[in-house]
């Protein structure tokens, strides 16, 4: 886990710019508000975990990351909110007391060993019924491609069937996939103009076959 941190400490600074202000960027940012928009409630205590520079913490009550440097440019940009540095084994935060956790690009990082240590610390600060929310890379659209991570960058992937599978405490409850169409490959002036497509595909009986799943798992 150190060396994910000591990575995106060196990131930092120019973590936005270098990822999310380029079209791919923007095409994978609107991506990912349109279904956060579409699965959470604002009005609740809601956790982003491993929040970064803050991309995503206006969806969020607090936000938390491992990353003094994330943290930093994160308080910056919204000095109006609870921002807390700490590993996600470990949350400094009471039982019972949140209503959701979503988690980007960060679950793809990890062993599932990992990530079931961090779900068994999402299950314990989650009210009944709360939502944990992550993306994962599909391992059944890697497998059709024939994907191999050459390091722990976005190395881990999952099926729905694995998802459904991977914690007791927790119970499958939708799913939405992006990026299905190769995005990436189309000139940069079209990218913007191929998101509603490229959600209507990826969330029909292609869904898994997507680039990336957004999954909604529910504390029981």
């Known amino acids: 886990m150190d060396k994910i941190v000591d990575f995106y400490n060196q990131l ?20 990912e508000r349109i279904i956060l928009t579409r699965f959470i409630d604002k009005n609740k205590m809601i956790v982003d975990l491993a929040c970064g520079t803050g991309r995503l913490l206006d969806f969020a009550t607090i936000g938390i ?7 930093e440019i994160a308080k910056k940009k919204f000095p109006g909110k ?10 400094p935060l009471e039982k019972n007391s949140v209503d959701t956790v979503f988690s980007f690009h960060f679950f793809m990082h990890l062993s599932e060993e990992k ?22 890379p599909s391992r059944k659209r890697r497998k059709l491609f024939r994907y191999n991570a050459e390091n722990w960058h976005g190395a881990q992937s999952f099926t729905k069937a694995e998802i459904k599978s991977l914690h007791p405490d927790f119970v499958y409850k939708k799913m939405a996939g992006i990026v299905f169409l190769p995005i990436h490959r189309f000139p940069k002036f079209l990218r913007k103009f191929f998101t509603k497509l490229d959600l209507f595909v990826g969330n029909i009986f292609f869904k898994e076959y997507a680039s990336y799943l957004i999954v909604v798992l529910e504390k029981k």
């Open 82 to 91: 609870t921002l807390l540095l700490s590993d996600a084994e470990s949350l």
């Open 65 to 71: 990351d491992a990353s003094n440097e994330m943290i």
């Open 115 to 136: 990530i079931i240590r961090i779900l068994n610390e999402c299950s314990r600060v989650l009210k009944k019924n709360g939502q944990v929310i992550f993306d994962i």
């Open 12 to 31: 930092a600074k120019n973590y936005d710019a270098d990822r999310f202000e380029n079209s791919y960027g923007r095409f994978i940012d609107k991506q």
